[in-house]
């Protein structure tokens, strides 16, 4: 089977290509480095021993995303990662994030007509579920009005699939990310982006490294057991493996299928902190500071649908989370 993926050279879409190669999957890459650089890709020929074929246009371009399976040929499967993923950037520029991550799926979905497309996979997120009244959250839980434009392009999305799967034989995966972390066991790819982060972990990591100087937990006065917010951590090698998964999947009476990718752990922000260090020996130098607006109280997915239709199985524990992600810290500043 050959799968286009594309932004196969970001954070999930590099560790997903490992896991399709370990599984005889042929990946094509499709990604134009405008979050993310080339040496993500050399980490995975590192790994897998093989040359990655990518192609470095940009999706929202349909005449050059057209080229690709023109060239190819026998594309029967489609990942979907390549989106702009910061809520605060999404805020400061909407239209930056509704025409990036709307035209390049309009025109993928496009070719999965023009193509005959049999399965696509498409990168969700637990975001959709806004600040949730009742955890943890399934997939029939309501779907709350988005907190950014951010979290309204992966509403949008999914709701473009869904009326376009009406009349399209292609089956459809929407997998709900919850917070994936951690890096390759190799430590040869992880989490990097051409931009300063805005998610903890690699704010954590670099705090332990001294290249930040301290650690500013956002709220200290949440109704959680420890008054910090709660999320759903996962191991982004357990969030590829459940694409792969996705690709062979049997659907029944319907040919859109949504699934939470979580680990069903709610984890506050000073237990994460805590796991870190335990795992890894060093004491963070971290500073509780005022709420940050947006962000919701505590959100932790029900995977129960993941694991009996997927038959996914998470492998890592939250002690592999944080020491695959600190060893890919010092790798990448070694
Ligand atoms: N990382 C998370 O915490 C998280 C959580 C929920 C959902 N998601 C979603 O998962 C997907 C992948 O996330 P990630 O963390 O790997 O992000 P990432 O920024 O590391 O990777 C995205 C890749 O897509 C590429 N890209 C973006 N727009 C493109 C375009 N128009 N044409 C070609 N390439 C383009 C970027 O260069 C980058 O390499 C995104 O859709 C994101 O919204 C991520």
Redesign the pocket.
Known sequence: MKVLV????????SHTIVDLIDHNILPVS???????SSE?LEGIQKICKQSINNYD????QADELRKIFELEGDITGII??????FVGESVKEPLLYYR??LN?LINLLDCVKKYNIQQFVF?????VYGNPDQLPVNEQSPILPSQSP?GAT?QMSEQIIRDFAQNSSCKFSLLR?F??IGAHPSAMIG???KFPPE?LMPILTETALGLRKSLTVFGGDYPTRDGTCVRDYIHVMDIAHAHTKALSLHFQNQNVQTFNLGSGQGVTVLELISAFEKATGIKLNYEIGERRPGDVVAVYADNRKAREILGWELKYSLEEMMSTAWQWQLKKNA
Do not use: L, M, Q, W
């Open positions: 594309t932004g196969g050279s970001g954070y999930i879409g499709v990604d134009n480095f405008s979050r993310s993500t246009i940009d999706i929202s979907h990662f390549a989106a702009f993923k990036n991550n390049g990168s969700s997120s637990c975001t951010y992966k990310y917070n994936p989490e990097g982006s998610n």
